[in-house]
């Protein structure tokens, strides 16, 4: 259906090149056929009028056009440009931001009489949406436009399922194409403009309808576009780069978007039997691709309505196999295993250590992606590395100084509200580590760091990453350390000085969370935990609990370090001399833990299960193990209070011992009044071997 195609009188009379060689303007409120479409801009007063404009007032010039490109054919074959997922939002003047709608991605073609609706992978969407088609033949100009298809209710939130299901429910929300790029006018190709000028060229162009609109964007202010989204309930935003240009079926870092949620396309690989009254079926088992293996991520078991119950069922049915299809098949009663055809949008709070979702929700089904193209979806974009030196949220008041900074990190949104009821910021938190660097690196140095990044604060659980491969500059060391569960080795991330130190800080490392062991002795820790947890029990309960623990280490001649967990507990710490198993550690915490249990049976448990000790305090040995963590002394924590995990001297362990006033506000003045209460502890290392031989 290609053809030669030659633009003539388009923009009354003119082409792209008439405009470029008369000055004229291409208003959004003059079309074609009105007299007065095109201007010369003959006074200088006009001139001066003109250029004054914003960047993305309506109306285009010659200027906007410099870059376009005459083809000789319609591009039928182009696909469209896809964001890479960032971190968290930020503010650069340079970058523009957009609504992420929660929809269908769609390339509208159009030539001639003709209206193609594309998805990202090639799949027509006439069918479907044969309302958008009809509503688009209202442009007379042969176009490529960039959008997305989607739904909304009444208060303008699109909603996907009512997109998936549109021909079961037709009257619920409207249906609308929401158009936010411009790729090809009357024989021109456009993708070496400037974004702006094509965002320009798209206003100036697209008539009004009230189901193709233009999708408005804001200037260098996207936090707040962020926090508008997730106070909408919307899906998040897509940043972009003023001047970037279109690379068509390509994933670039001039777009970066940025979720509100986690959300996660998954294939559906299995499903079990429904259960009580429930029909069509209990729960779905999806997986993704990784090296060509379909590995298991999880069952999902809510989000569906009785008709998408039954719907997913017959679809399911068609495609039952024998054998599953996962590398790592899950063991449960009453499995059905299909062939990995469909692909589910699929939302969740978080990934869990092992990879599975925790408390995913069905959204529906994905048409416009193929199955083997599902991959687990990382943030490969970490705003403070990427983009630099722009952004205007830059709080005076807790921005860290270039005298107690660092000339290698960045910082980038320090005014950030991460305890808004106590009014502290990013940069308060970067201020701290930054104060506390010489108390705080000699118990992270060396030691791999299973990073707890909260880069919203105490409004979000954050999530944890171990792997940062590719994620962090080159002058921050790593190691990679083989994994018992998986085949190939995590890089985990060593906090050598202060550098990166406030390199975690910036990248909304709250919470440190060091290994027990360092590099060089991986296998050997140099400390034993005692991790006292009260659960529901009383405060007088956890005191007297680490009291009878001091008593027993002291009858052993062991020392013993002690420090606020940060939360509602205490943790016991003894210096071990590293040349002994994780597992001979364990068993000596086991050991006192047991001598403790006895002396206070009826405030004390060892049980795992909470159910089993509710109101004791539980006495967690199992903390020592390889590649187990907890928060590091002097650590924030993302909590209520601002709490830190701070040294105590045991003469504070006693009735009148309240965990919160060890917090952000009070921390300067305890380090000016006791200084490093632990500042002996690797030098009191134990030989574990000497203190067994002593109990015997």
């Known amino acids: 259906n290609q053809k030669e195609y030659e633009p003539n009188s388009v923009l009354s009379g003119l082409d792209f090149k008439g405009i470029e060689k008369t000055d004229a303007v291409w208003s959004e409120t003059k079309r074609p056929g009105d007299e007065k479409t095109v201007s010369k801009r003959s006074s200088s007063k006009a001139t001066e009028k003109s250029t004054t404009k914003s960047k993305t007032a309506v109306g285009f010039t010659a200027s906007d056009l410099e870059d376009a490109v005459k083809l000789s054919k319609f591009p039928y074959d182009w696909r469209p440009q896809l964001a890479t997922l960032a971190d968290e939002a930020f503010d650069n003047e340079e970058w523009i931001f957009e609504t992420k709608y929660d929809g269908y991605r769609t390339l509208a073609q159009m030539e001639g009489d003709e209206v193609h609706l594309i998805s990202r992978n090639g799949i027509s969407f006439n069918s479907k949406y044969p309302a958008i088609v009809e509503a688009l033949k209202t442009i007379k100009k042969d176009m490529i436009l960039d959008g997305e298809v ?9 909603n996907f399922q009512w997109l998936q299901h549109l021909d079961d429910f037709p009257d619920k929300g409207k249906l609308k194409l929401y158009v936010f790029d411009i790729l090809y006018f009357a024989g021109f190709d456009l993708r070496q403009l400037e974004l702006v000028h094509r965002k320009k060229i798209l206003k100036a162009l697209l008539p009004k309808h009230k189901s193709i609109l233009y999708s408005e964007h804001k200037e260098g202010k996207g936090i707040k576009a962020f926090e508008q989204a997730k106070k909408k309930g919307g899906e998040g935003i897509i940043a972009k780069k003023a001047t970037s240009k279109y690379h068509h079926d390509k994933r670039t870092k001039d777009w970066l978007k940025i979720k509100t949620d986690q959300q996660q396309e998954m294939v559906i690989g299995g499903f079990t039997d429904p259960q009580g009254g429930r029909k069509g079926l209990g729960a779905l088992l999806c997986g993704y691709y990784k090296d060509d293996a379909f590995h298991y991520s999880g069952k999902v078991g809510t989000g569906f309505t009785e008709v998408i119950l039954e719907e997913l069922r017959k679809k399911l049915n068609r495609l039952e196999r024998k054998t599953p299809a996962f590398t790592d098949p899950p063991k449960m009663l009453g499995i059905h295993w299909v062939k990995p055809e469909l692909v589910a949008q699929i939302k969740f709070s978080e990934f869990t250590e092992t990879g599975s979702m925790r408390h995913p929700v069905y959204l529906g089904l994905r048409e416009d992606k193929k199955a083997t193209e599902v991959t687990i979806e990382k943030a490969n974009v970490e705003v403070e590395a990427s983009i630099k030196g722009k952004t205007k949220s830059t709080a005076k008041a807790s921005k860290p100084s270039k005298k107690s900074g660092s ?41 791999p760091q299973s990073l707890r990044r909260t880069p919203d604060g105490i409004k979000s659980e954050g999530f944890f990453q171990k792997d940062v491969a590719g994620k962090v500059p080159k002058w921050i060391k790593t190691r990679k350390i083989k994994s018992d569960s998986k085949e190939e080795p995590i890089e ?12 975690l800080a910036n990248w909304g490392c709250i919470e440190l969370n060091p290994w027990s062991s360092r590099v060089g002795s991986l296998n050997n820790p140099d400390y034993i935990i005692f991790d006292i947890d009260p659960k529901d029990a009383p405060m007088k309960n956890v005191v007297a609990t680490a009291l009878k623990v001091k008593e027993i280490l002291d009858l052993l001649k062991v020392p ?13 710490f003894i210096p071990v001399k590293p040349k002994y198993t994780y597992e001979q550690t364990r068993e000596f915490s086991h050991l006192v833990s047991q001598m403790v249990h006895r002396d206070l049976p009826k405030i004390t448990s060892l049980e795992r299960m909470p159910a089993k000790r509710k109101g004791k305090v539980y006495l967690d040995f199992l903390q020592n193990g390889k590649g187990k963590t907890m928060a590091s002394i002097y650590s924030l924590r993302p909590r209520e209070g601002a709490t830190i995990s701070v040294p105590l001297e045991w003469s504070e362990v006693n009735g009148r011992l309240s965990l919160k006033k060890f917090n952000l506000k009070t921390i300067t003045k305890r380090l000016k009044d006791k200084g490093d209460l632990w500042k002996d502890f690797f030098e009191d290392a134990i030989d574990l071997k000497e203190v067994l031989k002593g109990m015997e």
Do not use: M
């Not at 989607?150 to 699109?158: I, Y």
């Not at 290698?408 to 938190?429: H, M, Q, S």
């Open 150 to 158: 989607v739904v909304e209710d009444s208060k303008g939130k699109s």
């Open 407 to 447: 000339d290698k990190v960045e910082f980038t949104n320090l005014d950030k509200a991460f305890w808004p009821d106590l009014k502290i910021t990013k940069g308060d938190v970067i201020n701290y580590y930054d104060a506390v660097a010489d108390y705080i690196l000699p118990y992270l140095k060396d030691r």
């Open 560 to 572: 013993a370090y002690i420090k606020t967990s940060g939360g509602n507990g205490l943790h016991i």
């Open 492 to 503: 985990y991330l060593l906090c050598q000085d202060k550098d990166t130190l406030l390199f």
